[in-house]
């Protein structure tokens, strides 16, 4: 490809740059001065806690008995109560019971050093995790959903646009709520799962509208060029069709897995502790939901941000080929 | 199937279409096509003739009549219509190449997948099909970086890849630049040389005239008058067909 010239976009004086950091800047000082004015008194220094503890690895006794502690106190020895179980543990910093302490199960014995996670970041790595799974189910199932809605036998069109039209109708807070009460009871699923299914039923929707606005893009004689070699109608899809459907398809499904993890914040609401539930835990233990707030809009951001850079990166090799 | 005349490839018998919204495409035409033969088609936009040859492999359903190509009915429902396609080949006025596939997977994907051959046989074919449309060093290009002429002769050598034994060229020349529709003439022309059984919608008249055992002229959704090019050409017949025809030389 020969390069055309500069277009004038390229050449747009540096001034405009300068005018966005202006804007960024006013915008952000007036946040501050506004924060200043109000009567709130900001404690940064407590949030890094949460998102990685300091306050190491807890020792909890595994059954009801009394403690033991050797002379040098690096050794901790446990008997149990009411059997003949011994257990003996070293390697700690900080030794929270006395000797001859009876302490019962699951009390904290002592501390190891070290870090991990806060609760911040157990919630990402939750969030995380139930978008990533809810991906996995949401794309074939949109794929099939998408599939259905190009069909020309009218169960699986019709069938398809109803779910379609089901999912896109409701609000996902209400899905969730039917996923978690009436469905998770009739067939048991914990909390995760009934999430987990939720997101990716609703996803899947999106999914498939996505999917049939690619198929349809393609042109039509790519279908009738691929029937005329003698495939069949599965093969002129998978070979033919497909492939260059979801290679148009890539920038809005990107925005639907974004949604999806801004979405997953509202299984927060079934006792699951995801990022949003684990920031509200925070607000009330630390009595500071400003600070916690934004740290959780930026960890949101880290997510979404980091798939976008990974798509993008995709999109441009794709491209290439 | 006793009676049947074993030169012949394609019989068209009593075959009408009409659109969904009462448009009558195609009259009750009655054509056959013997092995070996070019039989051009020709006609105003409109005529019909495209959505005839579309037809012939069942890319467009017909209202009354029977079609059959090498014995099988193909608009019957127990057609088995994927099989039948193998057999005959087609090339579209617009390429239909797949664009994200080289020039060498695009020949070679319809065989692999569908007659099941094994990837050297097919690979070695479909190099050999490309160098006879004049497109050796173009294998790995993708469709993007061809010109129209070069997209064509692809598009015929990926129907060639099927060893069918009857080729439909819908228009073959009429999407591309002037310049470029000679290249895509000469390789249909070898082809018919070499005896293979083509049906083409055209407007090139010179190619008909040179190339073609057969003529066909349509208007309205009817086949008026059909003769051998020189008799077609030279004294026509018919009015409706020296007005078309003068209308052509005209311009």
């Not at chain 1, 806690?49 to 050794?75: C, H, L, N, P, Q």
């Not at chain 1, 699951?106 to 139930?130: Q, Y």
């Not at chain 2, 239909?96 to 690979?123: D, G």
């Not at chain 2, 010179?206 to 008799?231: K, T």
Request: proline share 4%; aromatic share 8%.
């Amino acid at each position: 490809m020969s390069s055309p010239a500069k277009k004038p976009a390229d050449r747009v004086p540096w001034i405009w740059h300068g005018v966005y950091a202006l804007v960024i800047l006013a915008i952000g000082a007036s946040l501050y001065f506004a924060s200043k004015r109000i009567d709130y008194s900001w404690h940064w220094e407590r949030l890094p806690e949460y998102v990685i503890s300091t306050e190491g690895e807890e020792i909890r006794a595994s059954f009801d008995g009394f403690v033991e502690i050797s002379e040098d106190g690096k050794t901790l020895t446990m008997t149990e109560m009411k059997g003949a179980g011994i257990e003996t543990f070293s390697g700690f910093s900080q030794v929270l019971v006395g000797q001859g302490d009876l302490v019962f199960q699951n009390d904290v014995l002592a501390r190891k050093p070290g870090m991990r996670p806060g609760p911040l970041l157990i919630g990402l790595w939750l969030t995380l995790k139930i978008s990533a799974i809810s991906l996995v189910f949401a794309l074939p199932l949109g794929l099939i959903v998408g599939l259905g809605r190009v069909a020309r036998n009218p169960a699986a069109r019709n069938l398809a646009a109803t779910y379609v039209e089901i999912i896109r109708g409701t609000p996902l807070l209400v899905q969730i709520f039917i996923f978690y009460f009436f469905i998770g009871t009739v067939l048991q699923l914990s909390a995760f799962t009934a999430g987990v299914a939720a997101l990716s039923v609703f996803t899947g929707a999106y999914v498939a509208e996505i999917v049939r606005a690619g198929i349809e893009g393609v042109a039509r004689g790519q279908m009738e060029a691929a029937r005329s070699l003698g495939m069949s109608y599965p093969q002129s899809m998978r070979y033919v069709i497909l492939p260059q459907a979801l290679r148009k398809t890539l920038p809005p499904l990107t925005g639907q897995f974004i949604n999806l993890i801004k979405d997953s914040s509202l299984v927060s609401v079934m006792a699951l502790t995801d990022l949003t539930k684990a920031g509200r835990e925070v607000v009330s233990s630390t009595f500071s939901p400003f600070e916690v707030w934004f740290s959780v809009a930026i960890l949101y951001l880290l997510l979404t941000g980091s798939l976008s850079l990974v798509v993008r990166r995709l999109e441009k090799r794709l491209a290439h080929d | 199937m006793t009676d049947r005349n074993p030169k012949l490839l394609i019989e068209a018998s009593g075959v009408s279409k009409q659109f969904a919204n009462g448009t009558q495409a195609l009259k009750n035409i009655s054509l056959t096509v013997e092995r070996g033969e070019v039989l051009c088609i020709i006609g105003p936009s409109g005529s019909g003739k495209s959505t005839l040859l579309r037809t012939l492999n069942a890319l467009e359903e017909i209202s009354e009549g029977d079609i059959q190509v090498n014995g099988h009915s193909v608009h019957s429902s127990k057609a088995d219509l994927n099989r039948l396609r193998t057999q005959v080949g087609m090339v579209f006025q617009q390429f239909n190449l797949f664009p994200h596939m080289t020039a060498l997977e695009n020949v070679m994907l319809a065989p692999l997948k569908v007659l099941k051959q094994s990837e050297s046989e097919v690979r070695a074919r479909a190099e050999q099909l490309l160098a006879k449309v004049g497109l050796a060093d173009k294998a790995q290009s993708h469709p993007a970086q061809l010109s129209g002429g070069q997209q064509q002769r692809v598009a015929i050598a990926r129907a060639l890849a099927m060893q069918p034994s009857i080729m439909l060229f819908d228009e073959p020349t009429s999407a591309l630049d002037p310049e470029m529709v000679g290249e895509v003439l000469e390789v249909m022309k070898a082809l018919a040389q070499e005896g293979m059984t083509m049906c083409v919608v055209t407007h090139e008249m010179g190619f008909a005239r040179a190339v073609a055992h057969r003529v066909l002229f349509m208007d309205h959704g009817e086949i008026v008058y059909q003769d051998a090019p020189v008799a077609f050409f030279d004294a026509p017949r018919n009015e409706r067909l020296r007005n078309f025809l003068g209308q052509i030389l005209k311009s």
